[in-house]
């Protein structure tokens, strides 16, 4: 495996609830991501996960730590130009352009030449078996496919790190197997550092490379997934991993 990408030191942000006092979503976070590879993001509910995607997306701004990609501190760096991206839960497709347009927007607002979106779209969508779907709407589009959709959007960008927040927890058991085995087929190919928040415990053994443990804003173990079956750091992550979906 290749040498860091991605370094997250000391990451802290705090939401104020509805009593108006701080709540910390993540408190002290370090963590690094090599070049290469799949680390999947588990814990309970409220335990940080998506803040900490969208803190190294550039969508939140930390009250304190650090950011670095490839050595470089993205503090101040807009979502744009930080080299990541992002496929929601939700997905966030437009609506109302084809399969062809979500999958070249990024690029299109890049200014890229329309020659070379052309050939990129046609490209991706040939990877992700979109080739007869690229005139049709998201509405007219199965739910594997307007997934596909979002995640060549993002892989279109040619990205140094994909994060990925539940991508899966939409579809039937059937399809989630399926496209489990199309995003671990398509991290083969492109090896760029990927961090995948899922509910699934199992999900999560599956796919990472190292998994890691939230609770409570903090990281309760990193660990490739036999470690940690075998040697989980406390009760928690024990208590946590036994209760898991199969």
């Known amino acids: 495996m290749a040498g860091p990408a991605l370094q997250i030191s000391e990451l802290r942000k705090a939401f104020r609830g509805a009593n108006g006092s701080l709540v910390a979503a993540l ?6 991501v090599a070049e290469g590879e799949l680390l ?3 814990g309970p509910s409220g335990s940080g996960k998506t803040t900490l995607l969208r803190l190294i997306a550039g969508l939140e701004t930390p009250d304190g730590g650090a950011v670095r990609l490839g050595g470089h501190d993205l503090a101040g760096v807009p979502p744009e130009a930080r080299g990541v991206a992002m496929v929601f839960q939700n997905l966030a497709l437009y609506p109302y352009l084809t399969c062809a347009e979500n999958l070249g927007f990024s690029l299109r607002l890049r200014r890229v030449p329309a020659a070379e979106i052309q050939e990129r779209v046609r490209a991706i969508a040939e990877r992700l078996g979109l080739g007869d779907c690229l005139q049709r709407r998201p509405g007219e589009l199965s739910g594997g496919q307007r997934q596909r959709v979002a995640l060549g959007r993002a892989l279109i960008r040619r990205p140094a790190v994909l994060l990925l927040d539940e ?5 039937d058991p059937p399809l989630r197997r399926e496209l ?3 995003l671990r087929r398509l991290h083969a190919e492109w090896r760029c550092a990927t961090l995948l928040v899922t509910h699934d415990q199992a999900e999560a053994l599956a796919l990472g490379d190292r998994v890691a443990v939230l609770c409570a804003g903090r990281l309760a173990q990193v660990a490739p997934p036999a470690e940690l079956s075998a040697r989980p750091a406390d009760d928690f992550v024990r208590e946590f991993l036994d209760a898991r979906v199969v």
Do not use: N, Y
């Open 40 to 42: 999947t993001l588990i």
């Open 180 to 182: 489990r085995a199309e």
């Open 167 to 171: 991508p899966f927890a939409q579809l």
């Open 27 to 32: 408190d002290g976070v370090s963590l690094t």
